[in-house]
C-alpha cells in the first residue's frame, strides 16, 4: 500500500462521509432528501474547517459560515440547529472514518508485527487526507462540552488500544520485546500525530507521508 493508491480510493469513498452524516443526524436535519443535504453538508463542513483552521472555531458565527458557503441562515439552521450540534457532527464523523478505515478487522493483517505497521501507515494517511478534520478535532477540543469532549478522548483511546493489542499479541507470540505495550502504544500515538499537527514541519523539509512512515517505522522496529 501506498499513499496515492489510498487517497484514490478514499477520494472514491468521501461523498459516503456526508451521507452517514445526513443519515446519522436524520432526526435533526430538517431537509430529508439526500441528493440535496448532502452536497451542502459537505460545503458547510469544509467551510467550518477553513474558517476555523483560520481564525478558530469560538470565534465563528453562522453568520460567518452563511456568508462563506453562499447557503442562508435559515437553510444552515435547517442542517446543523446550533453551533455546538456542529462541532459535535464533526468530531463525531472524524471517530466514525478512524472506526470504519482504520478499525476494520478484515483488512487488517493477520501477523500482529504487519498489523501494527498496517494500523500505523493507515492511519498516517487517513490523517493526510483529512488533515483538516484531524488538526480541527484536537485543537478545538477545549471548545467542547463534556460529551465531545469524552468522544475526542476516546477517539484517542480507540487507536492506542489497537496499537497495544498489536504490540500484547506480538510480544506474546516472542515476535518483540515490549514490557508495557499500553505505555509504548501511548508514545508511538504523538508520532503520528505529528504529521497533522505540524505539516508545515515536513513539507519544509520536502518529506512526504510515505517517507515519513517509513522513518517511523524503522524508529519503532529498532525499539522493539
Same mark, same amino acid.
Given at each position: ?35 440535496? $443535504? ?57 471517530? $466514525? ?9 478484515? =483488512? ?36 467542547? =462540552? ?24 506480538? $510480544? ?13 502504544? $501511548? ?38
Amino acid at each position: 500500500m501506498n499513499f496515492q493508491d489510498f487517497k484514490i480510493q478514499f477520494e472514491t469513498d468521501t461523498p459516503q462521509i456526508y451521507r452517514t452524516v445526513f443519515e446519522e443526524n436524520s432526526d435533526l436535519i430538517k431537509v430529508k432528501k439526500a441528493k440535496v $443535504a448532502v452536497p451542502n453538508l459537505e460545503k458547510i463542513f469544509t467551510t467550518t474547517l477553513k474558517i476555523s483552521n483560520r481564525s478558530g472555531f469560538k470565534g465563528m458565527n453562522l453568520r460567518d459560515l452563511s456568508a462563506e458557503t453562499g447557503i442562508s441562515l435559515g437553510a444552515i439552521y435547517s442542517y446543523i440547529e446550533s453551533k455546538d450540534r456542529l462541532l459535535s457532527m464533526i468530531i463525531q464523523q472524524v471517530m $466514525a472514518s478512524i472506526r470504519v478505515v482504520i478499525g476494520d478487522r478484515d =483488512k487488517q493483517p493477520d501477523n500482529p508485527v504487519d498489523r501494527l505497521f498496517w494500523i500505523m501507515c493507515t492511519h498516517l494517511y487517513l490523517s493526510e487526507v483529512m488533515q483538516e478534520w484531524f488538526f480541527f478535532a484536537f485543537m478545538e477540543a477545549r471548545s467542547f =462540552k463534556t460529551e465531545g469532549r469524552n468522544d475526542a478522548i476516546e477517539s484517542e483511546l480507540f487507536t492506542e488500544k489497537l496499537l497495544a493489542d498489536c504490540l500484547k499479541e506480538a $510480544a506474546c507470540a516472542g515476535q518483540i520485546e515490549c514490557v508495557d505495550p499500553e505505555a509504548f502504544a $501511548a508514545m508511538i500515538k504523538p508520532l503520528l500525530q505529528d504529521w497533522y499537527l505540524k505539516p508545515w514541519k515536513y513539507k519544509r523539509r520536502g518529506v512526504t507521508v510515505d517517507e515519513y512512515f517509513t522513518r517511523v517505522e524503522k524508529f519503532i522496529r529498532a525499539s522493539l
